[in-house]
């Protein structure tokens, strides 16, 4: 069975600091890797997709993508007590365009 | 990034009754949308994959009796929760997916209390 593993936090940093979150996979045949923020009681919304191996950046966000270790992760620069939320790793394999979802880790930035 | 609305945000509705909600892609066409439940502080729950012209998919467990869900066209999927109880209270979302973008979009979500 396909999985998505995300540590469920809470994952508490002060803000300021570089907030790092974690996901692993397991299907090797998986191609597009996307994060998620999601506030409480409001639906996902799509902070970033990688589908190369390596960084990639978007303003304070930097999601990287390691295939041989099956794993990829979000970076938060000079946090904000706004960027407190649960983010959801999500996984899309080929040849579908179903997603695969971790169970979200839930980040308090601290002010 | 794309638009994805779903309508009404918010229905309470009696045991029994039936309820359809609406999720549609905005800016652009969805040949494929999702249909996904949450229950509080949990995570969310694929439900069905909702296929323009051809029948839906369903996620094992999920009764596609009581969900119908209808594409009736590249920017409209209609859930449809019939004879509701109590238990199917829940935050109900949509995804669309953008083939482009090659990326799920998600509407804000319709929260459901069955009385």
């Known amino acids: 069975q396909k999985e998505v593993e995300q540590n469920s936090g809470p994952l508490s940093v002060p803000e300021g600091a570089i907030a790092s979150l974690n996901c692993t996979y397991s299907d090797r045949g998986s191609q597009s890797f996307f994060w998620y923020r999601q506030y409480s009681g409001k639906s996902p919304e799509l902070i970033m997709f990688i589908y190369s191996n390596g960084d990639k950046e978007d303003g304070r966000f930097t999601a990287q993508l390691n295939k041989a270790s099956q794993y990829v992760s979000l970076l938060i620069r000079d946090s904000q007590p706004s960027d407190s939320a649960t983010y959801l790793c999500?996984?899309?394999?080929?040849?579908?365009?179903?997603?695969?979802f971790g169970t979200g880790t839930r980040l308090k930035v601290l002010a | 990034g794309a638009v994805v609305s779903q309508h009404p945000s918010r229905v309470i509705c009696k045991s029994g009754t039936s309820v359809k909600i609406e999720c549609r892609s905005l800016?652009?066409?969805?040949?494929?949308m999702f249909w996904y439940r949450q229950f509080p502080k949990q995570s969310l729950m694929l439900m069905a994959t909702s296929n323009e012209g051809s029948k839906a998919t369903y996620e094992q467990g999920v009764e596609k009796d009581k969900f119908l869900i209808n594409h009736a066209s590249l920017t409209l999927s209609t859930l449809t929760v019939t004879s509701a109880h109590p238990e199917d209270s829940s935050f109900y979302i949509c995804?669309?997916?953008?083939?482009?973008?090659?990326?799920?979009?998600f509407g804000p979500g319709t929260r459901l209390l069955v009385l």
């Open positions: 999500a996984v899309k394999s080929s040849g579908t365009y179903k997603y695969i």
């Open positions: 995804s669309a997916y953008d083939s482009v973008q090659e990326t799920q979009y």
């Open positions: 800016d652009f066409q969805a040949t494929t």
